[in-house]
């Protein structure tokens, strides 16, 4: 009865099972908005990884915590002999600050990063950090002009308070640092002038020149920014098993991400529904 119950999770570790055998990687699954207490649920597919071992990640996230970001691949990195991050949809902010620091990042035909924007907890949803400094900053461009559209400004914002501001402005003041530490995560060669010059070419792109979270940075945009980005061969073995594996998560209801959460490899697996279950 348990096995029946359970038959789409171990079909779904069978997969993974197989791409780790044909590539001789070791694949994990990480689903979510990047938060700090979701470090656990990751860690619980890293604890026991052979450190001599490639590791892939599967990931699909609109973001988030970008310090959380850099201790996530941190920890990766420290699980393996270099880090490959497969992108079958969409790795936003602070998903895009993890993907600096992996080797290698494949990226699906629907594959996208974005700019790295911090993203918060906000009425069950994200806000960028972005969009959260820029509404205030106009509210009060308005008011100065028209003091008595005061009462209508405030209720628009009237969850929005101080601390929540400066957060945002502390957050999107570290982002170019973040980024720079991102990059010296990955593995190999790399001087320290060779990574200020990239996190410096990297800053307009994914930091000063985006107007919104949404702004899509494809693959071959990627690659032209200098990031060691690749796409797959979509006829290979390697690439069904990886879209036969993401499409049963999307069934799931696990993307657009804020839905079901999910952190799997071929021994541990966590399904997190929005209500906790």
């Not at 990766?76 to 600096?100: F, G, N, W, Y």
């Not at 629907?110 to 906000?122: K, M, T």
């Not at 200020?196 to 693959?219: C, D």
């Amino acid at each position: 009865m348990f096995a029946a119950q359970h038959a789409g999770r171990y079909a779904r570790q069978s997969l993974i099972t197989q791409y780790n055998q044909l590539t001789g990687a070791n694949l994990i699954v990480m689903i979510d908005a990047i938060f700090a207490h979701n470090m656990t649920l990751l860690e619980e597919l890293l604890f026991d990884a052979d450190p001599e071992m490639p590791l892939h990640l599967l990931l699909a996230s609109p973001g988030g915590d970008g310090e959380a970001a850099i201790r996530m691949v941190r920890s990766m990195q420290q699980r393996c002999t270099e880090l490959t991050v497969i992108v079958p949809d969409m790795a936003k902010s602070a998903a895009t600050l993890l993907c600096l620091g992996a080797d290698h990042i494949v990226m699906g035909p629907n594959g996208d990063l974005g700019p790295v924007d911090p993203q918060f907890q906000f009425h069950g949803g994200l806000a960028g950090a972005k969009e959260l400094v820029a509404a205030i900053d106009e509210a009060e461009a308005r008011v100065r002009v028209a003091p008595d559209t005061f009462p209508l400004f405030a209720n628009l914002l009237a969850e929005v308070n101080m601390i929540m501001v400066q957060q945002a402005r502390s957050a999107l003041a570290r982002s170019q640092a973040l980024v720079d530490e991102a990059l010296r995560c990955r593995t190999g060669d790399q001087t320290d002038e060779q990574v200020r010059a990239l996190a410096e070419q990297l800053e307009g792109p994914l930091i000063g020149e985006s107007k919104s979270h949404s702004a899509v940075i494809s693959a071959g945009y990627a690659q032209s920014l200098g990031l060691p980005v690749e796409t797959p061969d979509l006829s290979s073995d390697q690439w069904r098993l990886v879209w036969n594996l993401w499409t049963r998560y999307y069934t799931l209801g696990c993307w657009p991400a804020g839905q079901t959460a999910v952190y799997e490899g071929a021994r541990a697996s966590h399904i997190q529904s929005p209500q906790g279950m």
